[in-house]
């Protein structure tokens, strides 16, 4: 019983995990990862999850701005 518990609260967190968005520049082939986490949403629950979100949102955007690509 007290592993069906365990697993369901890993299958809950896992589920709360942000998109990750994986970037990489064209000159150097340097990559990198925006999201992919469920920080916010240990934090916060669905608002830390919006939040966390947002965040990562800023992250891509700012590597899009260096001259990052999105990775399809």
Same mark, same amino acid.
């Given at each position: 019983?007290?592993?069906? !518990?365990?697993?369901?609260?890993?299958? &809950?967190? *896992?589920?709360?995990?942000?998109? =990750?968005?994986?970037?990489?520049?064209? $000159?150097?082939?340097? !990559?990198?990862?925006?999201?992919?986490? &469920?920080? *916010?949403?240990?934090?916060?629950? =669905?608002?830390?999850?919006?939040?966390? $979100?947002?965040?990562?949102?800023?992250c891509?955007?700012?590597y899009?701005?260096l001259?990052?690509?999105?990775?399809?």
């Amino acid at each position: 019983m007290k592993l069906a !518990a365990i697993l369901l609260a890993l299958a &809950a967190l *896992g589920g709360c995990a942000t998109p =990750l968005t994986v970037l990489t520049n064209p $000159k150097t082939g340097q !990559a990198v990862q925006c999201g992919g986490t &469920a920080t *916010g949403a240990m934090m916060g629950g =669905l608002i830390g999850y919006h939040i966390q $979100k947002s965040n990562d949102r800023n992250c891509v955007n700012a590597y899009l701005e260096l001259g990052f690509q999105q990775k399809p």
